[in-house]
């Protein structure tokens, strides 16, 4: 899938850097949203402790664009290996189920 836009090619670029890429308000260490705290803590809990983030408050575009990107509404946005895995709410189901460790590929606790 190639995008022309400027603002799509960077989420991809961004989305392909890491294995494990979570577009959040904030910053993992300081996260400027209930949502985007507990999808840190959740990748926490999958033995995920530096995942790599993408602070969308800090860039307008990518705000806008990761939403039109994922055809998914809502921030936090998580990535794994290149592919969109979901949100805050199913990050959490995901990990109850033992299903978000098999995607990260580490073992359930």
């Not at 890429?21 to 996260?31: D, I, S, W, Y």
């Amino acid at each position: 899938m190639s995008h022309t836009d400027p603002t799509q090619q960077r989420i991809e670029e961004i989305v392909k850097s890491s294995d494990v890429v979570l577009f959040m308000k904030g910053t993992a260490q300081f996260p400027m949203c209930g949502f985007s705290g507990k999808a840190i803590q959740v990748l926490k809990a999958c033995g995920v402790s530096q995942p790599a983030t993408f602070n969308v408050l800090e860039d307008e575009n990518i705000r806008n664009g990761i939403k039109e990107y994922s055809n998914w509404p809502t921030i936090p946005q998580l990535y794994v290996k290149g592919e969109f895995v979901g949100g805050s709410d199913i990050m959490m189901e995901m990990y109850e189920s033992g299903e978000l460790q098999q995607v990260l590929g580490t073992p359930a606790v």
